[in-house]
């Protein structure tokens, strides 16, 4: 989906609307504005549910002040007056309070950048805005101060987050990963002590295999890849609405009969994806004009060493994530079926996922089908994609039954016996 075709007011309603259903702002609060090539300010209204917002509500603010459509512009119109003003670059200006935020804005700091390496990348620099009274012209310029100096993101004290880009769906990227680092954050300061990533981390992260790989022309499309495109998609776009994937991040792969494999596109919105978006990937040779995802490499070694497993997902459900970033251990002794699914969760080095894929892809196996990878993603496996989805989904609610038992008690694991018995019980190999 390309936004540069779409309507200024539709696409505020598109994501407001995102933003609203994932519980990031609330039916007053927060706001979207983008200005367009003639200077106009599509921007979302004052005192309107966020909700239920649709084209006709959004207004107009042309260059003269002069306003058009059924209600008042938003309070907040100075600040992004402000920010256009002192950004001409800038095209697309993004307020909202999510609780994760406002945690950090309460509390005057700035969240960590360095947790996992795909948020300094789409967030490089965070700064705070004094605070002012909302919809103030004083706000606006403490907010365009920040702005005027570079920056593209405010932490508003006391009030939420400024975030200004060149267009709106990058306002959201860059929104919906500092929320996500923000929680994060938060989760892992409860189980343990919480690990930056090193100063070298980013540049391993800098691999170019996938744009690298020579192309090929399917000649024909058989009824097993549509099925498996068609699962893909319907996954793809389960997994962002419960949080498994952000926009931008996030790998599914499934191998076919003939030992290709279809997965994710590099850098596509999640949400939106079609079927034809994905990318078929066959002995070393990608899909004529397409782009599969960073992590192709790994997941084509995944699948080279380990002729049992049929589908890879990689993501960063913020629970589990917590787990790789701290020193906290995972343990899937707590229901049966968390064990049954998980068994024994390792955690792979950062560096080795990079490194060496090769490596990486032969620690999976029958007693080790899920990973966490340090300061980066979780990876799960299965013999189908929907064994791998249930598992990433027991992976995810495991970790956040761990972290909600810590303001309980002390957890009380399986024994070594019960676990015997569970192998026993349902055949599992070691």
């Known amino acids: 989906m390309n936004i540069q075709y779409i309507h200024p007011a539709d696409q505020l309603v598109m994501f407001m609307q995102r933003i609203y259903d994932k519980g990031l702002t609330t039916t007053s609060g927060g706001n979207l504005s983008i200005m367009d090539s003639d200077g106009n300010i599509w921007i979302t209204p004052a005192s309107v549910d966020k909700g239920t917002l649709t ?28 920010v256009y003003k002192m950004r001409p670059d800038l095209k697309a200006v993004l ?32 700064r705070i805005a004094k605070y002012d009274v909302p919809g ?16 593209d ?54 691999t170019n295999y996938h744009t690298k790989l020579d192309d090929f022309i399917p000649r024909v ?13 319907t996954l793809i776009r389960r997994s ?34 079609e079927e034809d978006d994905l990318v078929r990937v066959k002995a070393g040779m990608k899909e004529l004009g397409k782009t ?3 992590a192709v490499h790994l997941h084509d070694q ?28 995972f343990d899937a002794r707590t229901i049966p079926e968390s064990y049954i699914l998980l068994r024994d969760i390792k955690k792979m080095p950062y560096q080795e996922l990079y490194a060496d894929p090769a490596k990486a892809s032969k620690a999976f196996g029958p007693a080790t089908p899920a990973m966490m990878v340090e300061g980066d993603c979780v990876i799960v496996t299965g013999d189908s994609l929907l064994k791998a989805f249930d598992r990433l989904e027991v992976l995810e609610v495991t970790a956040h039954s761990i972290i909600d038992s810590a303001a309980l008690g002390q957890i009380v694991h399986i024994t070594d016996g019960e676990v015997e018995d569970l192998k026993k019980a349902f055949h599992l190999e070691d």
């Open 55 to 82: 084209r006709r509500d959004i207004i107009c603010v042309h260059p003269d002040g002069t306003c058009e459509g059924p209600h008042k512009p938003s309070s907040e119109l100075p600040f992004h007056q402000s």
């Open 95 to 126: 307020h909202a309070h999510p609780p994760a935020l406002v945690a950090f804005s309460i509390i005057r700091k700035i969240p960590n950048l360095d947790l996992i390496p795909s948020v300094r990348k789409v967030c490089p620099e965070v």
């Open 136 to 151: 103030s012209d004083a706000l606006g310029e403490k907010i365009g101060a920040v702005f005027a100096d570079g920056c």
């Open 153 to 206: 993101i405010a932490i508003l004290e006391n009030h939420g987050v400024c975030i200004g880009a060149p267009d709106m769906f990058t306002a959201f990227q860059r929104f919906e990963t500092l929320n996500y680092t923000a929680e994060l954050e938060i989760l892992a300061g409860r189980i343990g002590t919480v690990k930056s990533l090193g100063k070298d981390a980013q540049r391993l992260t800098e």
């Open 221 to 233: 499309c058989t009824s097993e890849e549509l099925s498996a495109r068609r699962d893909m998609i």
């Open 240 to 273: 962002y609405r419960m949080g498994l994937f952000t926009a931008t991040h996030g790998t599914y792969s499934v191998r076919l009969a003939d030992d290709s494999f279809l997965i994710t596109p590099f850098g596509q919105d999640r949400a939106y994806l």
């Open 292 to 294: 599969p995802s960073r």
């Open 302 to 329: 995944i699948y080279r060493n380990n002729p049992e497993i049929r589908a890879v997902l990689q993501a960063h459900p913020v629970n589990a994530m917590a787990f790789a970033v701290t020193d906290a251990e």
